[in-house]
């Protein structure tokens, strides 16, 4: 889905007539810009809270490997360089990526999606999905609109969600015994 169909979604969850005629008729109001960051803030906490780690092959010439060698819709956060499956030392700034030599180099990443070009398909985080950014854009757009007790309640959609991706631990520590 693109951010303006989350958007969208999001406005038919909170019922709110304006917001949705203002969506449908590309509008460009406060209401509509809200809802957008409110959307740009719930990517940025969903990439945070359930990271995806992407990996590049990618070509450095004079020890520089620049960003926009990278494909991805959002901020890149840089994890470890390789080459030849061996973790090699790295540098970087906001426009390249710095490694000692020249040639191919496997770069393994995560992605914030604050930056996130919205009228694109939206980076998928494992198997986060519409309805939860959904209520997590609701949240977000209530919490900006002073709509505290609405918040709470998409809040704790949004939790509900969230719990059920993360990982069960299936270990058990047996009790010490003292002699």
């Not at 609405?150 to 059920?164: C, G, H, I, L, T």
């Amino acid at each position: 889905m693109t951010g303006k169909e989350i958007a969208e979604q999001s406005a038919v969850l909170l019922q709110d007539k304006l917001l949705i005629n203002a969506l449908k008729s590309d509008g460009n109001d406060d209401n509509t810009e809200r809802i957008f960051r409110a959307l740009k803030d719930a990517l940025s906490e969903v990439s945070r809270d359930f990271p995806k780690m992407y990996r590049a092959t990618v070509t450095a010439k004079n020890g520089v490997i620049p960003y926009s060698a990278i494909k991805a819709n959002g901020t890149i956060y840089v994890k470890r360089v390789e080459q030849n499956k061996r973790n090699v030392p790295f540098t970087t700034d906001y426009i390249n990526i710095y490694v000692r030599g020249d040639g191919q180099y496997t770069v393994a990443y995560t992605v914030d999606c604050f930056d996130a070009d919205l009228s694109d398909e939206l980076p998928t985080v494992r198997e986060v999905g519409a309805p939860m950014l959904m209520h997590l854009t609701a949240r977000n757009y209530c919490i900006m609109c002073g709509r505290m007790d609405e918040a709470a309640v998409y809040d704790s959609r949004y939790d509900e969600y969230a719990q059920s991706l993360r990982l069960k631990r299936g270990a058990h520590i047996p009790g010490r015994i003292f002699a």
